[in-house]
């Protein structure tokens, strides 16, 4: 009486290079560095959620708005308590200020995970580009954003703080664009290596 065994085929697993040192330097390196913005992002996060209980519920005297700019603590005279303000006047400043932090959450989480990337080895990885490119659209975003709650308050005439013309802001478009652009070039370089590698 005859025995048949299955054999099942040998498959080799493809051997990982052995990391260099470079390599091992950027994957500790960009360790540390997304711990840095983890820790970034939630001092942000703290702040806003600080800004809004105080523009909601704080009645004293110490935090003030005026035409120049908002003030904990000493103010001009040209300034009114924030809380003296109606509450929906409040509340509109509320949305502001979402509104205006918003794009530095996004910006710290997104270079998190970028460098979380690295940290993991995928450097050049088609991920890690489209990270690199939101964080140009955020920066875009951050640096249009006063303008944009410039336009929505002088139409609702509950403005106060009208200095939202910042020579940072141009800047931070700026930049935005350009790291934009080379996440863009990023992502394209990836798919040549991706047709190149399956032509081969």
């Known amino acids: 009486m005859a025995t048949v065994v299955k054999l099942q085929p040998h498959v080799r697993k493809p051997v990982k290079p052995p990391e260099s040192a470079a390599q091992r330097r950027v994957r500790i390196g960009?360790?540390?560095?997304a711990g840095l913005f983890t820790g970034l992002l939630s001092?942000?996060?703290l702040i806003l959620i600080a800004a809004i209980g105080a523009m909601l519920f704080y009645r004293g005297e110490w935090v003030r708005i005026g035409p120049d700019n908002c003030y904990i603590g000493e103010a001009p005279a040209?300034?009114?308590?924030?809380?003296?303000l109606p509450l929906v006047h409040r509340l509109v400043y509320v949305v502001?200020?979402?509104?205006?932090a918003t794009p530095i959450l996004?910006?710290?989480?997104?270079?998190?995970a970028l460098f979380l990337h690295y940290a993991g080895g995928e450097v050049f990885s088609r991920a890690a580009a489209?990270?690199?490119g939101a964080i140009g659209a955020w920066l875009c975003a951050y640096a249009v954003s006063p303008f944009l709650c410039h336009l929505a308050l002088s139409a609702t005439r509950y403005e106060i703080d009208k200095n939202w013309a910042h020579m940072a802001s141009l800047q931070a478009f700026v930049l935005g664009l350009l790291v934009l652009v080379i996440g863009q070039v990023?992502?394209?370089?990836r798919e040549i290596e991706e047709d190149r590698e399956a032509f081969v």
Do not use: C, D, K, Y
């Open 30 to 33: 960009s360790g540390w560095i």
């Open 43 to 45: 001092l942000s996060a």
């Open 78 to 84: 040209n300034t009114v308590a924030f809380g003296s």
């Open 96 to 100: 502001v200020g979402i509104v205006r």
């Open 106 to 112: 996004m910006i710290f989480w997104s270079l998190r």
């Open 130 to 132: 489209v990270r690199f």
């Open 186 to 189: 990023m992502q394209v370089g």
